[in-house]
T-cell receptor, first 113, second 113 residues
Framework: AQTVTQSQPEMSVQEAETVTLSCTYDTSENNYYLFWYKQPPSRQMILVIRQEAYKQQNATENRFSVNFQKAAKSFSLKISDSQLGDTAMYFCALGAGANNLFFGTGTRLTVIP | NAGVTQTPKFRVLKTGQSMTLLCAQDMNHEYMYWYRQDPGMGLRLIHYSVGEGTTAKGEVPDGYNVSRLKKQNFLLGLESAAPSQTSVYFC????????????FGPGTRLTVL
């Protein structure tokens, strides 16, 4: 069975500061991918960053980076230089095995001006 | 290039009524998915399709039917709506497996009275 756990329902960060969102997962698959999706108030789900499990190097996309700890089954998202537009729900997701993405319950991030 | 579009954006039904949600994608993706999003539960897969003419059940398929008569369209039907089906519905598509990036539509907010 695949599970994704996000233990921080809500977080806040001051504008221009750095924040880290946590995610842990469980899977018995050897080949899998991990994702962070952003859902702003508009409701649109937007891919933030993607990590292949077979790659040891952590993925980065501009101000967004991940800390992928495969042995610990941890996949955290770091947002640097936080901007007001980063205010959103953030979902961690696991793609493994069957034709399905398994989502966590989300973390609501508020960037404070 | 519109990506993934969904029709309608909002709908209110009475218990027992039927309706169809339409999803369309113009990215020539093989895989298409229907999710529902409920408060505090993340996204859960209802049904999915791995290609034109195919459909399969996801995590929460009861009360829904789907059809994929054309590669670019994926329809979600509710034959007899129930209040428990009040939710936000998202369609998504991907080129290949769930390990590939999924692209989401803007969502449909459905209320069943």
């Amino acid at each position: 069975a695949q599970t994704v756990t996000q233990s921080q329902p809500e977080m806040s960060v001051q504008e221009a500061e750095t924040v880290t969102l946590s995610c842990t997962y469980d899977t018995s698959e050897n080949n899998y991918y991990l994702f962070w999706y952003k859902q702003p108030p508009s409701r649109q789900m937007i891919l933030v960053i993607r990590q292949e499990a077979y790659k040891q190097q952590n993925a980065t996309e501009n101000r967004f980076s991940v800390n992928f700890q495969k042995a610990a089954k941890s996949f955290s998202l770091k947002i640097s230089d936080s901007q007001l537009g980063d205010t959103a729900m953030y979902f961690c997701a696991l793609g493994a095995g069957a034709n399905n993405l398994f989502f966590g319950t989300g973390t609501r991030l508020t960037v404070i001006p | 290039n519109a990506g993934v579009t969904q029709t309608p954006k909002f709908r209110v039904l009475k218990t027992g009524q039927s309706m169809t949600l339409l999803c369309a994608q113009d990215m020539n993706h093989e895989y298409m998915y229907w999710y529902r999003q409920d408060p505090g539960m993340g996204l859960r897969l209802i049904h999915y399709s791995v290609g034109e003419g195919t459909t399969a059940k996801g995590e929460v398929p009861d009360g829904y039917n789907v059809s994929r008569l054309k590669k670019q369209n994926f329809l979600l039907g509710l034959e007899s709506a129930a209040p428990s089906q009040t939710s936000v519905y998202f369609c998504a598509s991907s080129y290949m497996w769930s390990t590939d990036t999924q692209y989401f539509g803007p969502g449909t907010r459905l209320t069943v009275l």
